[in-house]
């Protein structure tokens, strides 16, 4: 069982930057390939990006893609997203994810990935 507990949410303005963080319980952390996600009110939730298990490969849906960077350090068993040039419609809730894998698939479907945290609220302002 994996315990993962996002923080770092909160409210910024638009252009601005927030850096979230996903902490795992996992003493394999680095056995999985972690993925962000966000909710957003009456939407779906949607693929932000991925990260392989050795910071290797990464992947990312194209509405973040050169504005949001993912990033892990299996020494501390946590994620990161760092987000810039935050955008009304990037208002969401936003997971992290953990699926058990060997070989990095950059995986965007939720149901893929085993383990779920919280949830953290990002808003926007414009």
């Known amino acids: 069982q994996v315990q993962l507990v996002e923080s770092g949410g909160g409210l910024v303005q638009a252009g601005g930057s927030l850096r979230l963080s996903c902490a795992a319980s996992a003493r394999t952390f680095s056995s999985y390939t972690m993925g962000w996600f966000r909710q957003a009110p009456g939407k779906e939730r949607e693929f932000v990006g991925a990260?392989?298990?050795?910071?290797?490969?990464?992947n990312y849906a194209d509405s973040v893609k050169g504005r949001f960077t993912i990033s892990r350090d299996n020494a501390k068993n946590t994620v990161y997203l760092q987000m810039n040039s935050l955008n009304p419609e990037d208002t969401a809730v936003y997971y992290c994810?953990?699926?058990?894998?060997?070989?990095?698939?950059?995986?965007?479907?939720?149901?893929?990935?085993?383990?779920w945290g919280q949830g953290t609220q990002v808003t926007v302002s414009s």
């Open positions: 990260i392989s298990r050795s910071s290797s490969s990464t």
């Open positions: 994810a953990a699926r058990l894998e060997w070989i990095f698939t950059g995986q965007t479907m939720g149901a893929q990935y085993h383990y």
